[in-house]
């Protein structure tokens, strides 16, 4: 069972940055996984921000150009680097995993994914 810990949300003006962390941990049965990140406000479904699987990374329209995801294979955490953050980005950001894949995978839904962190608050003020 892989466990997923989020960490770097908190609370910065309009225009700032921020660094979100997730470090990846347990049993990974021998996968190489896929990490991407959500983010969910009250009385909204969770949306879709940023993946990486393989050397490939997607992000969603409103995050393009802003937000950077990468990696650390050695400390096994994925980073999602935010700058230029608007209030709209504010919400319960949450690091999710799924084993590599190719081909059809579902990757801008949250029902494809099983396996989630606990979230970690960000809160930009106008």
């Known amino acids: 069972q892989v466990q997923l810990v989020e960490s770097g949300g908190g609370l910065v003006q309009a225009g700032g940055s921020l660094r979100l962390s997730c470090e990846v941990s347990?049993?990974?049965?021998?996968?190489?996984?896929?990490v991407g990140w959500f983010r969910q406000t009250p009385g909204k479904e969770r949306e879709f921000v940023a993946l990486q699987n393989w050397n490939d990374r997607y992000y969603s329209e409103f995050v393009k150009g802003r937000f950077t995801i990468s990696g650390d294979n050695v400390k096994n955490t994925m980073y999602l680097q935010m700058n230029r953050l608007k209030p709209e980005d504010t919400g319960l950001y949450y690091c999710t995993a799924t084993p590599l894949f190719s081909g059809s995978f579902d990757f801008l839904r949250a029902t494809s994914y099983d396996t989630w962190g606990q979230g970690t608050q960000v809160t930009v003020s106008s």
């Open positions: 347990g049993r990974t049965g021998g996968y190489y996984y896929a």
